[in-house]
């Protein structure tokens, strides 16, 4: 499924979409969830996280994902190692997007269990997706809305 979307910033074109995503069992402790995505603007930079963090907190500089079973039942439960991955250069701890310019990113994120779970239908949802916008004159902390976000979901693994 691919989802695209322009959010009108003053002065400025924003695009963001969602480009795909997989989920799957590796083994019986071990499930691998992927998202992809895009970011650019023409007017500003981008400044995007690299690091997620699961059920995070509103104000995090960080990107959030929840894992769910059954639809919304939220997993509680395993360790998950999550984190963003781009070619775009890094600054301090966040990945640039030049104004103008476009840069992929995949979010990925490995769920294991010390035994084997009973799962069912589990998928991984981001929460929060937040970045910065920045030219000479202004900076904007901003985010996707969790409207924007419905796309943010992988397939579930069943």
């Not at 969830?33 to 995090?60: F, H, M």
Request: charged letters at 20%.
């Amino acid at each position: 499924m691919v989802c695209a979307a322009l959010v009108i910033v003053p002065g400025n074109t924003f695009a963001y979409n969602a480009t795909g995503g997989s989920a799957t069992k590796i083994n019986d402790h071990t499930y691998l969830y992927t998202i992809n995505y895009q970011l650019g603007s023409v007017k500003y930079d981008i400044l995007a996280p690299i690091g997620v963090v699961r059920d995070g907190e509103r104000g995090s500089p960080y990107a959030s994902y929840s894992i769910t079973q059954n639809e919304d039942e939220h997993l509680v439960g395993g360790k998950v190692s999550a984190l963003v991955l781009s070619t775009a250069p890094v600054v301090g701890t966040q990945y640039q997007v030049k104004a103008g310019e476009a840069q992929r990113f995949t979010l990925f994120a490995i769920l294991t269990f010390d035994e084997t779970p009973e799962l069912n239908e589990t998928q991984l949802r981001v929460n929060r997706l937040p970045f910065t916008l920045k030219n000479n004159e202004v900076t904007l902390e901003n985010g996707l809305s969790s409207g924007e976000l419905k796309s943010y979901v992988t397939p579930k693994v069943e």
